[in-house]
């Protein structure tokens, strides 16, 4: 034997330790590893370039009311898969999956909660659930949350997150448009608030709808906002549109938000703009 197997055998043997393939994330924004845990706790935004990552129902309501303490309003119960639609799967199948991924009934859920002390019926749209899409569920959640705020005699405030309206529905999802408004006017005739707040990406019918008719318009940075896709338009008018013209800052240069603002001074930001509405209101 060798003396190098003699010290090879001699040294004790320890065993590889595994490493996590979760606990770092690679941001979008900055290209930057970030250490998940830090990136959670940071509210889903990048510690490096500010980059604000995509968030659910919990954690939105968790970081928005006060002390993390909401009550969850019962989700509707809508005909699933009226046109019987199939492309490359069963719609069925396709909800399904949404829900198990997401635990999630459908994309819009809504809470009863305190904002800074204000009451406050707060609508999000989960992104994750197939693309936050807009369909007789998010129409009827909708309609749920608006009637809860009237009840409560407080502001409705809507997070949007969609890729538009949910194509497998049909008709049926392109009608919600028009319902949403006509549940926002119900909402201005009870002399209540309605506020918007717009996360990336908002876009489709959802855009051409409710998220275009808050009474104060507000959106996180550099959100994706906008009606049809970038090269869609471009093609449709043969123009080279500017660079970030769908993004918060720009649309807000151009007067279609009223402010753009940090998710970490979201909430405090959303209860001064309550104490306002409220208080004019009621003048």
Same mark, same amino acid.
């Given at each position: 034997?060798?003396?190098?197997?003699?010290?090879?055998?001699s040294?004790?043997?320890?065993?590889?330790r595994?490493t996590?393939?979760?606990?770092?994330r690679k941001?979008?924004?900055?290209g930057q590893?970030v250490?998940?845990k830090?990136y959670e706790?940071?509210?889903?935004?990048c510690?490096?370039c500010?980059?604000?990552?995509?968030?659910?129902?919990d954690?939105r309501?968790d970081g928005l009311?006060?002390?993390g303490i909401y009550?969850?309003?019962?989700?509707?119960q809508v005909r699933?898969d009226?046109l019987k639609?199939?492309?490359s799967k069963?719609?069925?199948?396709r909800?399904?999956?949404a829900?198990?991924?997401t635990?999630e009934q459908?994309?819009?859920?809504?809470a009863r909660?305190?904002?800074e002390?204000k009451?406050?019926?707060v609508?999000v749209?989960d992104f994750a659930?197939?693309?936050?899409?807009?369909?007789?569920?998010?129409?009827?959640?909708?309609?749920?949350g608006?009637e809860a705020?009237?009840?409560?005699r407080c502001?409705?405030?809507?997070f949007?997150a969609?890729?538009?309206a949910?194509?497998q529905?049909?008709?049926?999802?392109?009608?919600q448009?028009?319902?949403?408004t006509?549940?926002?006017?119900m909402?201005h005739?009870?002399?209540?608030?309605y506020?918007?707040?717009?996360t990336?990406?908002?876009?489709g019918?959802?855009t051409a709808s409710?998220?275009m008719?808050?009474?104060v318009?507000?959106a %996180?940075?550099?959100a994706?906002i906008?009606f049809?896709?970038?090269r869609?338009? %471009?093609?449709?008018?043969?123009?080279?549109?500017p660079e970030g013209f769908q993004?918060? %800052?720009?649309?807000?240069?151009h007067g279609?938000l009223d402010m753009v603002?940090?998710?970490?001074?979201l909430?405090?930001?959303?209860?001064?703009?309550i104490?306002?509405?409220v208080r004019?209101?009621?003048?």
């Amino acid at each position: 034997m060798s003396w190098l197997n003699r010290v090879r055998q001699s040294i004790p043997f320890i065993a590889r330790r595994e490493t996590p393939d979760n606990l770092w994330r690679k941001c979008p924004g900055c290209g930057q590893m970030v250490f998940v845990k830090e990136y959670e706790e940071n509210q889903s935004v990048c510690p490096k370039c500010g980059h604000h990552g995509r968030i659910g129902p919990d954690a939105r309501f968790d970081g928005l009311f006060d002390g993390g303490i909401y009550t969850l309003l019962p989700q509707p119960q809508v005909r699933e898969d009226p046109l019987k639609f199939r492309d490359s799967k069963r719609y069925s199948d396709r909800i399904k999956a949404a829900r198990q991924a997401t635990g999630e009934q459908d994309a819009l859920l809504n809470a009863r909660g305190s904002i800074e002390g204000k009451q406050a019926v707060v609508g999000v749209q989960d992104f994750a659930f197939m693309g936050g899409s807009m369909g007789l569920a998010v129409g009827a959640a909708f309609v749920i949350g608006v009637e809860a705020a009237i009840e409560a005699r407080c502001p409705y405030i809507i997070f949007t997150a969609a890729g538009g309206a949910r194509m497998q529905e049909g008709i049926l999802s392109l009608m919600q448009m028009p319902r949403t408004t006509v549940a926002i006017q119900m909402l201005h005739e009870a002399g209540l608030p309605y506020i918007v707040v717009m996360t990336d990406p908002t876009t489709g019918g959802v855009t051409a709808s409710y998220a275009m008719l808050g009474d104060v318009q507000i959106a %996180e940075p550099n959100a994706l906002i906008g009606f049809a896709g970038q090269r869609v338009i %471009e093609s449709t008018i043969r123009e080279k549109l500017p660079e970030g013209f769908q993004r918060s %800052e720009y649309l807000l240069a151009h007067g279609m938000l009223d402010m753009v603002v940090h998710r970490h001074k979201l909430r405090e930001t959303l209860a001064t703009v309550i104490d306002y509405l409220v208080r004019a209101e009621a003048a």
